[in-house]
């Protein structure tokens, strides 16, 4: 056998002991599908841990750890984008391999860490980045590499999925949930990234990138998350055969002219209650991709959690160590005989629209409250008729509380300022109670 390859771990939280653990358990099955011998011979940690093995290298000083010739790959897990990207750079300008879970890094600084990377002709693989244990980066940017990818749509974040799950199936609060998926090791340190949606807006930046070759543009993507959504609207979509989850879209668009755009957005979506996507349930994550021409195919699995993430981490390890394996004893990586980081020649990205919050297209749920007085309903159908919007389905609910209706309307597909302007109209008629609630709807077809 060739020489080892050595590691180090970077962080020893959820990931980082799983990773290890991962190593322990299935040793001997790396080595027989890599042909090389694999240890850990640092880890870097804040904390020495008594429950490491003696021969493996503790330190605090994770630049140190980054820039050491005892080290081949280094595998970032401390997550932030702070202490983390500086590891990074310093790790690729030793001319080492990274491999790294921070989606957030990545969304965020993505663009040049990879340009660095590519100039020390490293490499910095990514899949425990998005979805978890599902291999989603190596089908997007290997297995679909024919096809020209029309739209995805992806349920990326494990703690949100949980949530929502356990508050329709059993009525659980919010709270409740979400300190459970913390205790699980599922939520990010500051959890409000999982339930405002900048987790899952961090994941959809990435998976936009690879889909369309487009620089990562996380400060484009729309964001919305759950922490709005009732159960009321829960009860009331499934009425209507729909459920509601949280979904990241990356959707190519072409106008008359022919001229392309994209949009990328997170948001509760309304999705109709027979598609797969909609019984993808507590933490496990989902993307349905649609491209030509193989059409739709769905990827599946557990988004979050020590085992799922230290899977994809090690599988990106095992293919650094194949092409290091068939470089000798050069550690480099010839460029152009990798699989490029953002799945398009970097000279080859495209800058191509991204369109606003208000250019987007979509169906919409409305929930209006109104006064349970005669002419509310065409008063409101009008006003969503001269704004050139069509509705699908309209639900008069009885009245919850003396006098007050809840009227639901689901439209079709509408240009966003257009919904804009016709909830503001509903909003002044004297009959209306709350504000409007809007939750978009997709069928997925
Ligand atoms: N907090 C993330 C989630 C972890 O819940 O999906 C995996 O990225």
Known sequence: MSKPIKLAILGLGTVGTGVINLINDN???????????????????????DDIDPDISQNADLLAIAASDNVDIVI???????????????????GKHVVTANKALLAEHGNEIFALAETHHVHVAYEAAVAGGIPIIKVMREALAANKIEWLAGIINGTGNFIMTEMRDKGRPFAEVLTEAQELGYAEADPTFDVEGIDAAHKLALLASIAFGIPLQFDKVYCEGITEITLQDVSYAEELGYRIKHVGFAVRRSDANGDTSIELRVHPTLIPQDVLLANVNGVKNAVLVNSHPLGQTLYYGDGAGAGATASAVMADVMDLVRVLGSNGQDNHINNSHHVPHLAFIPEQLSDTTILRAEQMTTGYYLRVNAHDNPGVLADITRILSDAGINIDAILQKPAHKVGQVPVIIVTLPVVESQMNTAIEKIETLESIIDKVVRIRLDELA
């Open 27 to 49: 040793l001997d099955e790396l080595k027989r599908r890599s042909g090389r011998d694999i240890i850990i011979t640092e880890v870097g940690t804040r904390r020495m841990r």
């Open 76 to 94: 970032e897990v401390i997550g932030g984008t702070t202490l983390a990207k500086d590891v990074i750079m310093h790790a690729i300008k030793h």
